[in-house]
């Protein structure tokens, strides 16, 4: 069964305390992993997706990464404005059709 | 990137009842998602609609619980239907980015409608 699995479910950090999200998966066929950051009483909004092991991505603060097994979303000197839910999802291929898996999120505090 | 809207964006329904929930996008996209997000919980796909055919349900979701609607390409509408308490959450609508022409393999999502049943 394709499943992801991210941590920690919460994270509260101080502004400027660089950390990383991680999110593990076991899925039979990837075909591509995606974070989304999700504020509340939002829609997820895409941020990156990765294709295979060794790929990175940044934007801003943010930067993404992918090995076999787990993708880390590290933070660098997070602002308050970074505080939402990181959601992490799977593209993956079930039934002869490409659907998205997603983890729980882990929402992220960023005190001033 | 597709901008979508999603209306209502909240209700309150009594149990019993059924709420339509309609999806517009801003292009035509072929491929358009219906997905349920309960507290606590991962996003969770209920359907796909693609323009022309009927829907694709996933396991554990059944037409006559969520009838889906696909009239055009820019447009879906998703019925929950005899609603109950378990069906509180917030129904999300989204579209693939592969299949409106743009950057491939982006998904992207409405704001949403929170649900509530009483």
């Known amino acids: 069964e394709d499943q992801v699995t991210q941590s920690p479910e919460a994270l509260r950090l101080q502004e400027g305390e660089s950390s990383s999200l991680n999110c593990s998966y076991t899925v039979s066929g990837l075909r591509g992993l995606f974070w989304y950051r999700q504020d509340p009483g939002k829609g997820p909004e895409f941020l990156f997706t990765l294709y295979s092991a060794g790929e990175e991505k940044e934007k801003e603060r943010l930067k993404a990464t992918l090995t076999k097994k787990e993708s880390f979303l590290h933070i660098t000197a997070p602002k308050p404005e970074d505080s939402a839910t990181y959601l992490c999802a799977v593209r993956v291929t079930q039934g002869g059709s490409e659907k998205l898996v997603f983890g729980k999120g882990t929402k992220l505090t960023v005190n001033p | 990137s597709a901008v979508i809207s999603q209306k209502p964006s909240r209700d309150i329904c009594q149990r019993g009842t059924s709420l339509t929930i309609q999806c517009q996008v801003d292009?035509?996209?072929?491929?358009m998602f219906w997905y349920r997000q309960q507290p606590g919980q991962s996003l969770t796909l209920i359907a796909t609609?693609?323009?022309?055919?009927?829907?694709?349900?996933e396991s554990g979701f059944v037409i006559d619980k969520f009838p889906i609607s696909r009239p055009n390409l820019t447009f879906s509408t998703l019925t929950v239907s005899n609603m109950s308490p378990e069906d509180s959450s917030i129904y999300l609508c989204?579209?693939?980015?592969?299949?409106?022409?743009?950057?491939?393999?982006?998904?992207?999502f409405g704001p949403g409608t929170r649900l509530t049943v009483l």
């Open positions: 292009s035509q996209v072929t491929m």
């Open positions: 609609a693609n323009q022309g055919s009927e829907a694709t349900y």
């Open positions: 989204s579209v693939d980015s592969a299949s409106g022409g743009f950057d491939y393999n982006e998904q992207f």
